[in-house]
């Protein structure tokens, strides 16, 4: 498919012929569907398998009943996925059932020139893919009693409990950080800002749905590896965002607030670097107040639900290591004091792209307008940022967010899909020569800030 180019504001999300065309040519996004997605549905309806027993002794025969239905529902689904068939309305009544529908009627209402059914194959993939867990989420809420039951939990556990000695050395960090933050010079809290900021980017290596399911967990210090990954990192805005909040911290009156919102991704290691991030950002007063936002149904196999982010602190604070439990008590605390605000919106798992926000869920564009900074997390919130278009990769990020600006926000990802604006003329040329999968390895990463208007 032609990048678009800068001439055309906003690129259309689909010329189908061009899409068939690059869908024979193996795009990345071709790969998730025809393999990394059914492997994902066969791992699920495995996990339900083998919670059988679990299920038998909870609800006794219901349960057993429960657990057929979901995994003939999910088979049925990996069926219509292998054979491409038309994308089907959903059926199961749930908050968002109508919204998906309707988006569901846009899609097929681009697609008047062909035969009217928007496919698997054939379709935007951010559309496919967000479609996928969404009917995983509708196979598991017609199944009740076991209704609740998070299909990806274990693989999010296991993903903390491989990456402990990397947890204990954030942990350990942030605490001997603690202890002489408050006497540190500027210039010396900014580099600390620095670390916890590209500790966070690099956190985002460890997602679940990239590697098809299978374990991504971090295993080696990433502190000691940051000097090295340095080159790794494409856009750079990090003083934009020191700049901002250093300036909120001066001028800010004794009783007033600096509202930072984390748009959380991964659960298990990234969330631990997020949590990281925040605590710095409240310890050095650089903030004051930080919201998280998570998701409401199990998502992209590893996204933090409201029970992986309760689950995760609680297991720091149960840890028998002296400096994970303090993160988790103090963790808990910033909580119980408000400092901490957990929310979730269903439209963060809604296929839209974010300049939809204010239309769709003008209650969640008006709380994220309060925000003095919003930080998004990870490689699908920048997809749906820029709309996941072919951009020029020189457009700037601001024409890519398409109007959408709630407050001043940052981009904070490692790159696993083929969507990146804002470079330098030449880098993206430059990076295709040496390395062909720069886009979809989650080797390179970026900081990308929109500022004031
Ligand atoms: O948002 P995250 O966790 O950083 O990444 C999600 C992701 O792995 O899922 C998709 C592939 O299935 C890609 O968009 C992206 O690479
Ligand atoms: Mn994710």
Redesign the pocket.
């Known amino acids: 498919m032609q990048r678009q180019n800068e001439t055309l504001a906003v690129p259309t999300f689909t010329d189908y012929a061009n899409r068939r065309k690059e869908l024979l040519c193996r795009s990345f996004a071709y790969l998730?569907i025809k393999d990394?997605i059914p492997q994902i549905l066969t791992k699920v309806i495995d996990t339900l398998h083998r919670h059988k027993s679990e299920f038998f002794e909870k609800h006794g025969e219901k349960g057993m009943e429960a657990e057929k239905k979901a995994i003939s529902l999910l088979s049925k689904l990996r069926n219509e996925l292998q054979t491409d068939k038309p994308i089907v309305p959903l059926v199961e009544k749930f908050v968002d059932t109508d919204i998906w529908n309707q988006y569901l009627e846009y899609q097929q209402s681009l697609l008047n020139e062909s035969d009217g059914k928007p496919r698997w194959f054939l379709s935007p993939w951010l559309f496919v893919?967000c479609y996928m867990y969404r009917r995983i989420h509708e196979a598991i809420i017609q199944s009740p009693p076991i209704d609740d039951f998070d299909v990806f939990k274990e693989s999010k556990d296991q993903n903390f409990f491989e990456s402990q000695q990397s947890i204990i050395a954030l942990c350990t960090y942030l605490q001997e950080l603690m202890k002489t933050i408050e006497d540190l010079e500027d210039n010396q809290l900014k580099d600390e800002f620095f670390k916890v900021l590209q500790i966070s980017l690099w956190g985002?290596k460890c997602?679940l749905?990239?590697s098809g399911g299978d374990t991504s967990s971090q295993k080696t210090n990433i502190i000691s590896s940051l000097k090295d990954l340095k080159p790794f990192i494409l856009v750079s805005d990090m003083e934009h965002l020191w700049s901002l909040l250093s300036n909120c911290k001066k001028t800010r009156e004794r009783a007033s607030i600096t509202r930072v919102d984390i748009i959380l991704?991964?659960s298990g290691f990234e969330l631990i670097t997020d949590l990281v991030l925040a605590d710095f950002l409240l310890s050095s007063k650089l903030a004051t107040e930080i919201h998280f936002y998570g998701k409401t149904i199990p998502w992209?196999v590893?996204d933090t639900t409201i029970h992986d982010f309760n689950w995760l602190i609680k297991q720091l604070k149960h840890s028998n290591h002296k400096w994970m439990s303090k993160c988790g008590v103090n963790w808990e605390n910033h909580i119980k004091m408000g400092r901490w605000v957990y929310l979730d919106h269903m439209f963060w798992t809604l296929p839209h792209e974010f300049s939809a926000m204010s239309q769709v869920a003008p209650d969640l564009h008006a709380e994220l307008q309060k925000a003095h900074l919003i930080l998004f997390k990870?490689?699908?919130?920048y997809?749906k940022l820029t709309g996941d278009r072919k951009w020029e990769f020189t457009i700037p990020f601001h024409q890519a967010l398409n109007g959408f600006h709630p407050a001043p926000l940052c981009s904070i990802?490692t790159l696993?899909?083929e969507v990146q604006v804002g470079l330098q003329p030449g880098q993206a040329e430059q990076l295709s020569a040496s390395d062909p999968s720069w886009m979809t390895s989650g080797k390179y990463g970026i900081f990308q800030f929109d500022g004031p208007l």
């Open positions: 998730t990394r893919e985002n997602d749905s990239l991704d991964n992209f590893s990870g490689d699908l919130n997809r990802r696993k899909a």
